[in-house]
């Protein structure tokens, strides 16, 4: 049985930081691309970040560039999100997502298997 499991999620004040885990089971973690997703109140889920399945390259939406870095241990079938710099905007449920399709996977809709979400709250 595929799963993917986030933590890590909390409340923060503007200006800190938290960094996000994921662990996945049950699939061929090392072959898969890897993304964070968003999902605010009354908003659309929206991409965050992904990495290729060696962790070699890696991609980020404008609005986390500079504050938000993914990253992956394969040995732990682990990705995280590492993320400083936060801001109220950033509030939101965080997903991560393993996917097959050709790189850059940015769209929900390419990604095969979900987390059921960590809940993030930054306060200012």
């Known amino acids: 049985q595929v799963q993917l499991v986030e933590s890590g999620g909390g409340v923060v004040q503007a200006g800190g930081s938290l960094r996000l885990s994921c662990v996945g089971t049950g699939l061929p973690f090392n072959t898969l691309t890897m993304g964070w997703f968003r999902q605010a109140p009354e908003k659309e889920r929206e991409f965050v970040a992904a990495i290729t399945w060696s962790g070699v390259h890696t991609y980020s939406a404008d609005s986390v560039k500079g504050r938000f870095t993914i990253s992956r241990d394969n040995a732990k079938n682990m990705v995280y999100l590492q993320m400083n710099s936060l801001k109220p905007e950033d509030t939101a449920l965080y997903y991560c997502?393993?996917?097959?399709?050709?790189?850059?996977?940015?769209?929900?809709?390419?990604?095969?298997?979900w987390g059921q979400g960590t809940q993030v709250t930054v306060s200012s």
């Open positions: 997502a393993a996917g097959r399709g050709s790189w850059p996977l940015i769209l929900g809709g390419e990604y095969d298997y």
